[in-house]
């Protein structure tokens, strides 16, 4: 366990938190969303703010994107909770803080966040070192993907009930897994208890990427490749949505990164707007 504990969570996961910090720290004011405390878990060390990746300008639309998407994820389980749903699945965790920064919305849910062992054990010691600790209603359920553990199993263990509705969610994912593996985590959230939603981003083709955003996504995929995660999926629209009708939900419902821009950046008076070439796929059983 010692060993596991110092197995940090992978660059994408602290990239976007950092994202989310300098969201604070260079956009002014209203804030999409407020989140430090992925900052504070990962630690990244003082001069964080001047990694290339990090550049105020040159990943703003990327910067704008991942709060964006967090944002529509929390009105969303907000939504959920005054509809009565009482638990929420986040699959490939990461860094997520939601449960450590609107414990007053968490603490009505039972909050079941799946992550690999490594990262699982790695933060429970962040949360437990920096005074957060594990409260009764937070579950890090840890599952081993690549030895073929199933998610789901691990959570009844954790003590979900897959007899009351859920909301599942899964963001900045989908890319690194096979369509098959996608497919098959798609059938068993469709599974679930009738009343239950599923919010999952994916990447899109580079064609259905608008021409401005091409190169990023570009210089984004082969930074993956480089450490080792590289992009193996991207979905039509169309594909998404035929998908999940395949796999059983009731309905489906395809969310652009246009809309989340009309939604959430309308009113900015900055330059500040979502790079495109991730959407959102919301689905119910």
């Not at 981003?201 to 984004?220: H, I, K, M, N």
Request: charged letters at 20%; zero cysteines.
């Amino acid at each position: 366990m010692a060993h596991e504990q110092t197995q940090a969570p992978d660059n994408t996961a602290v990239r976007t938190a950092l994202w989310r910090a300098m969201h604070l720290r260079v956009d002014p004011p209203p804030h999409v969303i407020e989140d430090e405390i992925g900052l504070r878990l990962a630690a990244p060390g003082d001069d964080w703010h001047h990694r290339p990746d990090m550049d105020p300008q040159a990943t703003s639309g990327f910067r704008a994107a991942i709060v964006a998407r967090a944002r529509f994820i929390e009105d969303l389980v907000a939504e959920q909770i005054d509809r009565g749903v009482t638990q929420y699945v986040i699959l490939g965790a990461g860094l997520d803080t939601f449960a450590q920064r609107k414990p007053e919305l968490a603490s009505r849910l039972q909050v079941f966040e799946v992550d690999q062992p490594g990262t699982q054990a790695w933060k429970r010691h962040r949360l437990v070192e920096l005074g957060y600790g594990i409260p009764d209603w937070l579950h890090l359920v840890p599952v081993d993907f690549e030895a073929g553990m199933s998610w789901s199993e691990q959570l009844s263990t954790a003590g979900f009930d897959p007899g009351r509705p859920a909301v599942v969610v899964s963001t900045g994912v989908s890319m690194y897994l096979t369509k098959e593996t996608t497919a098959a985590t798609l059938r068993q959230v469709a599974g679930l208890a009738p009343g239950s939603t599923l919010a999952m981003t994916f990447l899109l083709p580079t064609e259905l990427v608008d021409a401005a955003d091409r190169p990023g996504l570009r210089a984004s995929a082969d930074g993956a490749r480089a450490s080792g995660t590289p992009f193996v999926s991207f979905y039509s629209p169309q594909e998404m949505l035929a998908l999940a009708r395949d796999v059983g939900f009731v309905t489906s419902r395809h969310v652009s990164g246009a809309l989340l821009a009309e939604r959430y950046f309308a009113d900015r008076t900055d330059a500040l707007r979502p790079s495109s070439g991730e959407d959102l796929l919301l689905a119910t059983t």
